[in-house]
């Protein structure tokens, strides 16, 4: 299971930070991936963790402003994002990759959180 | 980064019949495609992944198709939990996409 929290509505240019809750598997052999979801459009990759923690990715869109984390002793994962633009108002999901603790391996991602909705005001 | 383009994004559909969804490479790959249904309120289900392979409790009557740029996702016979939103999504490279998604309504 996956939960989300930490979404809410935000001024432009402030910072917000994610957390997604896990339990049911065993987090730290596992990558771990931040989903997102902009009103009316299709999922978009956001970033990914693989299960030491110790390589990271990010989609160009937020590449510089958000930065993914993880805490294998809490069975967490968290997206710290900052320099937050009305463009990033989205659901944010957690999904983990299962078949690997890579990150850069994934191919398809199961399961997803029920998301967490950040809105970003001008 | 390779576009995922899925048609139509609209399908009426009355429960008993079949339906066809379509997904759309802009590049080949392979068969490295993965759906997933979303219901409202909810998270996204793995449904397929390897483009014919059935994720795990997925129902006989969905089936996947496909190879390189064209891809299908069929239900066989609309059930009321099959009525909600259908996405694909490649992983052949990086980033990974994913297509606007088809939504499977009530005629």
């Known amino acids: 299971q996956l939960v989300e929290s930490g979404g809410r509505v935000v001024r432009r240019g402030t910072s917000l930070r994610l957390s997604c809750a896990t339990s049911?598997?065993?987090?730290?052999?596992?990558?771990m991936h931040w989903v997102r979801q902009c009103p009316g459009k299709g999922p978009e990759w956001v970033s990914g963790i693989d299960g030491k923690g110790a390589i990271t990715g990010y989609a160009d869109s937020v590449k510089g402003r958000f930065i993914i984390s993880r805490d294998n002793a809490r069975n967490s994962l968290y997206l710290e994002m900052k320099s937050l633009r009305v463009e990033d108002t989205a659901v944010y999901y957690c999904a983990r990759d299962p078949g690997s603790g890579g990150m850069w391996s994934v191919r398809w991602f199961d399961p997803w959180g029920l998301g967490t909705l950040v809105t970003v005001s001008s | 980064e390779i576009v995922m383009t899925q048609s139509p994004a609209t399908l009426s559909v009355s429960p008993g019949e079949r339906a066809i969804l379509s997904c759309r490479a802009s590049q080949s790959i392979s068969s490295r495609l993965a759906w997933y249904q979303q219901n409202p309120g909810q998270a996204p289900r793995l449904l397929m992944y390897g483009a014919d392979t059935r994720a795990p409790g997925v129902p006989a009557r969905f089936r996947g198709s496909g190879s390189g740029t064209e891809f299908t996702l069929t239900i066989s016979s609309l059930q009321s939990e099959d009525f909600a939103l259908y996405y694909c999504?490649?992983?052949?490279?990086?980033?990974?996409?994913f297509g606007h998604g088809t939504k499977v309504e009530i005629k």
């Open positions: 999504q490649q992983y052949d490279d990086w980033p990974r996409t």
């Open positions: 049911g598997f065993t987090f730290r052999d596992y990558g």
